[in-house]
């Protein structure tokens, strides 16, 4: 069964700091990967999508790597601004199946200006 | 921009009863999901919709719950008999293409009392 971890759970930093969310995933059997952002009591916002034969996607200030074999990825997050306070939320597809998502617990991240 | 909607926005029903979450999809998207998220767990996959039927359901979804697309619009959700451990928030979902960006509604709000 596909586990999603991501580390830390929490994270707190000044304005202007790059940072990096980590998330990895048990089953490399994956056939994409996406990044959510969650902002209290609201639903998920897209953020980035990575193909399984993809090692990195990019938008704006923020990117997003695959390690596949290794079964890990990164949120790169650059300049933080306050705006970007949130839990971002990293989740899986498997190879087969109807694109079902396996989400890891989050990342709650706090930018104080 | 389209996007997912979903009413209510909160519900508040004793156990026992039942509800009917409902939710409107992106308009030319094929595909639906329902997910649930426990207060400080993980956001869990309930049921995957194509084709009006079932494509996948996880271990959550029993006989107390149920799918519907009533019509070209709508996609339901229905508990039976709510249990208070159904006191969640639910997301429906879309997505134009399996495996492509899901495309998550604001979220219903459930409370069994």
């Known amino acids: 069964k596909q586990e999603v971890t991501q580390i830390p759970a929490a994270l707190s930093v000044p304005e202007g700091e790059n940072l990096v969310l980590n998330c990895s995933f048990t089953d490399s059997a994956i056939y994409n990967l996406q990044w959510f952002r969650q902002d209290p009591g609201k639903g998920l916002t897209s953020l980035l999508l990575?193909?399984?034969?993809?090692r990195e996607q990019t938008s704006g200030r923020l990117n997003a790597s695959l390690d596949k074999s290794s079964g890990r990825s990164t949120l790169y997050i650059a300049a933080s601004q306050p705006g970007d306070s949130a839990t971002y939320l990293c989740a899986v597809t498997p190879h087969s199946g109807y694109s079902t998502l396996t989400f890891g617990k989050g990342t709650m991240l706090l930018v104080s200006p | 921009e389209p996007e997912v909607t979903q009413t209510p926005s909160h519900q508040v029903t004793q156990m026992g009863q039942e509800v009917i979450l409902r939710c409107v999809p992106i308009?030319?998207?094929?595909?639906f999901y329902w997910y649930r998220q426990i207060l400080g767990q993980k956001v869990e996959f309930l049921v995957s919709f194509y084709n009006n039927e079932i494509s996948e359901k996880s271990e959550i979804f029993d006989d107390q719950f149920s799918v519907e697309r009533p019509d070209g619009s709508n996609f339901t959700l229905k508990i039976r008999s709510t249990k208070l451990e159904d006191s969640a928030m639910y997301f429906c979902?879309?997505?134009?293409?399996?495996?492509?960006?899901?495309?998550f509604g604001p979220g219903t709000r459930l409370t069994v009392l």
């Open positions: 308009s030319n998207h094929l595909y």
């Open positions: 979902a879309s997505t134009g293409r399996a495996a492509d960006t899901q495309y």
């Open positions: 990575i193909q399984s034969s993809q």
